[in-house]
Structures are given as C-alpha cells and as structure tokens.
C-alpha cells in the first residue's frame, strides 16, 4: 500500500508499523532524505503550535482573530504524527513496540492513581 493509495479517496487503516514504512517510503522518494533530529524538533513544535492554535480558540478562552482561518485538527494532529514517526525511524524505534512498553508502563504506574484523585472525581 502506498502513500497515494492512502490518500486517494480510499482511505485504509494503517498499523503503526505500516505508517513508519510508509514515511520513511516517501521520505525517500519524495523527501530525498530525512532533516536532522533538531530540525524535525523544530518542525514538531511548530506543528504542536498549530494544533495548539485550533485548541485555544475552539475549546479555550480565546477568540479568533479577524479574518483568521483556523486549520483542520485532524490534519494538524496527522502533521505532528508524521514528524514523531520522523524523528522515531531516524531513531531507529519501533513505534509499536515503544507503544506497548509505554502503556504497560502507565498501566503498573497509575493502576489507582487516578481512581483515587479527588480532582477527578
């Protein structure tokens, strides 16, 4: 499956493997290589600003300006995605596997956590 057959209307589900695959595929074919880790730092933040942008003004305090546009969420929060898969394949991590470990983690960590926060309840 290709980056194209993604995006051309038929919309597949990607495992997060297959999504690391399919970057580093169009890195190399149409990005010609990857921006050095600090770069792609740059970029995310960049991206989790615009992400940011759309949160503040449709959830927080703040208004629109005049005339501003705001982007798509989605395609903002996909934009982030596609620079942490960057940065994880320039890394050399399994996403997947990272992902497992991470929340078996979490699930060890905060088993009752939460349920006993008060300011969640």
Not at 33 to 41: H, I, K, S
Not at 70 to 87: K, N, Q, R, S, T
């Amino acid at each position: 499956m290709s980056l194209n057959e993604t995006t051309s209307g038929n919309i597949a589900r990607l495992t997060i493997q297959q999504a690391q695959q399919q970057v580093d595929d169009w890195i190399k074919t149409v990005g010609v290589r990857y921006f050095d880790e600090m770069t792609n730092l740059a970029q995310l933040i960049e991206e989790v600003g615009e992400v940011a942008r759309i949160l503040s003004r449709t959830c927080g305090e703040q208004s629109s300006k005049e005339g501003e546009r705001l982007g798509d969420l989605g395609d903002e929060l996909a934009d982030v995605l596609f620079v942490v898969i960057c940065l994880a394949n320039q890394s050399k991590i399994d996403l997947s596997e990272a992902l497992i470990r991470n929340l078996a983690k979490k699930d060890n960590r905060d088993a009752t956590r939460h349920l006993n926060n008060p300011k969640l309840q």
